[in-house]
């Protein structure tokens, strides 16, 4: 079983919508991280979060909301989805306790807004 | 703000050929530096993960060498195989140990 899953996978949704993104972890990782990937700008940080009661804006959190609801899940909300957030959108994790830092992603959760 | 570049943008070679990936990055007080491989469609998977005391990691057929004070990291692949396909991401992570910063990828083909 992957260690990092994310749901939907695949997302079509209508300009206005909200649509939420879900990730959930079995690492037992303290950290969790949303980024999301365009073509010609790399992958951005939208949302992290140390722990459950630590939520912290990346470079592009305009439009996104998060929420913590446990260790293991780190859900992504588009309140009002409008199509220049389409793109492909990661979760990754890291662990504190090792200090090196590396992040575990999922796979991924491509997202079409028409 | 911290910037990650990687060059080439694509590179195309002959199965068996040693290549060169380069990164570099603008702000010198990272915390360590993470390659990536992405097959398409797909998540990233960790290739490699420097940290800033050191200066190169290897793994397999892989070494990735760090050079804080210029500002720059390569990945080496050797005697490459067509299953080497598929965009490789650096990444540099903040001092304070939380936030990555990506380069946009090299596309690598490699041929039979």
């Known amino acids: 079983d992957a260690d990092v899953t994310q749901t939907p996978r695949n997302r079509i949704t209508k300009t206005g919508k909200r649509i939420m993104l879900e990730c959930s972890q079995t690492?037992?990782?303290?950290?969790m991280y949303w980024y999301r990937q365009d073509p010609g700008l790399g992958l951005r940080l939208i949302y992290y979060?140390?722990?459950?009661?630590?939520?912290n804006k990346g470079e592009i959190s305009d439009g996104y909301s998060v929420s913590r609801q446990a260790q293991a899940k780190f859900s992504l909300s588009l309140e009002s989805a409008i199509p220049n957030q389409t793109a492909l959108y990661f979760c990754?994790?890291?662990?504190?306790?090792?200090?090196?830092?590396?992040?575990?992603f999922g796979p991924g959760t491509r997202l079409l807004v028409l | 703000k911290q910037e990650v570049t990687q060059i080439p943008a694509a590179l195309s070679v002959p199965e068996g050929e040693n290549l060169v990936l380069n990164c570099s990055f603008t702000?010198?007080?990272?915390?360590?530096l993470q390659w990536f491989r992405q097959d398409p469609g797909k998540g990233l998977t960790s290739l490699l993960l420097?940290?800033?005391?050191?200066r190169e990691q290897t793994s397999g057929r892989l070494n990735a060498s760090l050079d804080k004070s210029s500002g720059r990291s390569t990945l080496y692949i050797a005697a490459s195989q067509p299953g080497d396909s598929a965009t490789y991401l650096c990444?540099?992570?903040?001092?304070?140990?939380?936030?990555?910063?990506f380069g946009e990828g090299t596309q690598l083909t490699v041929n039979p």
């Open positions: 990754a994790t890291s662990d504190t306790t090792r200090a090196q830092g590396t992040q575990y």
């Open positions: 690492k037992g990782h303290d950290r």
């Open positions: 979060s140390f722990d459950v009661k630590d939520i």
């Open positions: 702000d010198s007080a990272i915390y360590n």
């Open positions: 420097i940290q800033s005391s050191q």
């Open positions: 990444a540099v992570i903040e001092t304070s140990g939380s936030r990555l910063t």
